[in-house]
């Protein structure tokens, strides 16, 4: 695969990689450009250091995604990373001449 033109930065709990088959998975990420750290505790004692990733992958996160459902984690972070850009609202049209009375005898 080629490499991604929006990449992601990703922080996967160990647990949800347990075949070899997962780690491929997080190797061809990688090799699509994007970040993937695995989670230690003394990341955790840092929350500030969170705010980095776009995508945590965890048992108990929030919004819990495990690897089979990864594309969908994708797909809603760089609905939230890389915005859509907004309509240019159009310019008000001009309102028609009136005829006056005289014209319209």
């Known amino acids: 695969m080629g490499k991604s033109p929006k990449p992601l930065s990703f922080l996967i709990h160990p647990s949800l990689v347990q075949t070899d088959e997962d780690r491929q998975q997080l190797a061809d990420l ?3 450009g994007h970040t993937v750290n695995q989670m230690d505790t003394e990341l955790f004692r840092n929350v500030i250091g ?3 990733y776009d995508i945590i992958l965890s048992p108990n996160a929030w919004r819990a995604f495990d690897l089979r ?3 969908l984690a994708m797909k809603s972070a760089r609905a939230v990373k890389f915005p859509l850009n907004p309509k240019v609202p159009k310019k008000p049209r001009k309102p028609r001449k009136k005829k006056s009375d005289a014209e319209n005898n």
């Open 50 to 52: 969170l705010s980095q």
């Open 69 to 71: 459902h990864l594309d």
């Open 30 to 32: 990688e090799g699509q």
